[in-house]
């Protein structure tokens, strides 16, 4: 019978780098592609940040008295929301801004320490990131943040108007959803959180 061969005590054994399932360490990665990832995170960020601030220009020179109804479930509309998201806590404009100055330092320390692993992951971020700033920037400009898109079914259901940066933010956050599923995030949590006790 052949022996198993020894490798010695654990703590001589070879381990291989686990790297995070949300970020990798950029030693790891070949600097031309965390620097085309970087890049793609800016330009699409950009991207959602001048699409947002040109139609709210737009929108501003352009306000209808009332709606403008462009298909059978959608209106454009004018509304200056002093308020959050869905226009709850009107009045709170510095608290705001003070959030989404909190925010955006909060996903640029997350990119720096824990950049995403994939594409996706960077392109959510950069979807986020970008609705972040581009609706700041209304609150610090105009100490309100325009919104003109309004959905609606018919005249029985109407959705809260929003914008293009709440539009990129709610996509981005749904994609960073999907992202920390694959990745597997969900799964350790609750396996940890699962773990028999000793």
Do not use: C
């Not at 061969?5 to 686990?18: E, F, H, V, W």
């Not at 209106?75 to 709170?92: C, K, M, Q, R, S």
């Amino acid at each position: 019978m052949q022996k198993a061969q020894d490798n010695g005590p654990p703590s001589k054994l070879a381990t291989s780098k686990i790297t995070d399932s949300v970020g990798e360490d950029k030693s790891e990665v070949p600097p031309n592609k965390y620097r085309g990832r970087l890049r793609l995170l800016l330009i699409v960020a950009a991207l959602v940040v001048t699409l947002d601030q040109l139609s709210k220009l737009w929108a501003y020179a352009n306000r209808p008295p009332t709606h403008l109804e462009v298909t059978w479930f959608l209106d454009l509309v004018y509304f200056e929301n002093t308020g959050a998201i869905f226009g709850l806590f009107h009045g709170h404009t510095e608290l705001f801004i003070a959030l989404g100055i909190a925010g955006v330092i909060v996903i640029l320390v997350f990119l720096r320490y824990l950049p995403p692993a994939t594409t996706v992951g960077m392109v959510s971020f950069a979807l986020i990131l970008g609705g972040a700033v581009g609706n700041l920037i209304d609150r610090i400009r105009l100490g309100y943040v325009i919104d003109f898109i309004r959905l609606h079914l018919q005249e029985i259901f109407f959705w809260p108007a929003f914008n293009i940066a709440d539009a990129a933010l709610t996509v981005g956050i749904f994609i960073l959803i999907y992202y920390f599923y694959k990745s597997g995030v969900f799964r350790k949590a609750y396996e940890r959180d699962h773990r028999p006790q000793n």
